[in-house]
């Protein structure tokens, strides 16, 4: 008989409960940046809960849901700075539109992956869920702080400070204030919510590990 090559199969992107995590977290987020609720407007820059539902998507469904749901994030993020840019964005949209968008989601993207490695990193030393929750929680927020607004000083920073006409050392000492006064904030409102989220995914048995 004559043998029947067998072809082998391709892996999906992703499987349907990843896709089904994936566009519930997607939707949530379009609906957070659509209605202007996942923004908090602050004195310098938008502070932000869009991020949760990245870390939330890559807690239960892997890197790729992760990375997905947070380009999300990052596209409604350049809509914002489009439509009504906070002052320090407004600086990125007159400067390039490249740039501005990959400040906007280049950094989301890597959030998803971030925050997956690290809840597998604690997963293999064998935290608990609860710990596993919270670090991850917190620790994703600070590193997307960090990539945003590292990415914002190296692309935009230098034109930021001619505008402003200061050093572009005082440009460094923005960011830091930045950071401990949007990102600090925002480390612990993720780590408060995302934590009993996760916990409760795991309860019903949405989530096995």
């Known amino acids: 008989m004559e ?52 870390i939330i998507a890559a807690i239960t469904g892997g890197r790729r849901v992760g990375m997905t749901v947070g380009f999300m994030f990052g596209v409604f993020s350049f809509v914002q700075s489009l439509r009504a840019p906070s002052a320090l964005m407004l600086f990125a949209v007159q400067t390039s539109i490249i740039y501005d968008a990959f400040v906007c989601i280049i950094p989301r993207i890597l959030l998803g992956l971030a925050a997956y490695e690290l809840y597998l990193f604690l997963k293999k030393r064998g935290c608990s869920l609860w710990i596993r929750s919270m670090g991850t929680a917190v620790g994703a927020t600070i590193l997307h702080t960090f990539l945003f607004l590292g990415a914002y000083t190296l692309l935009i920073g230098n034109t930021y400070a001619a505008a402003k006409g200061i050093p572009f050392g005082n440009v460094i000492n923005i960011m830091v204030a930045v950071t401990i006064t949007n990102g600090l904030p925002e480390a612990v409102v993720s780590g408060l919510l995302i934590t009993p989220v996760i916990t409760a995914l795991r309860r019903a048995g949405i989530m096995h590990s």
């Not at 379009?30 to 949760?52: C, E, N, R, S």
């Open 3 to 54: 043998k029947v090559s067998q072809m082998p199969l391709r892996r999906n992107f992703m499987n349907v409960r990843q896709l089904t995590i994936a566009g519930l977290l997607s939707a949530i987020t379009v609906f957070l940046g659509a209605t202007g609720y996942g923004f908090i407007p602050l004195l310098v820059v938008d502070a932000t809960i869009l991020h949760i539902p990245t």
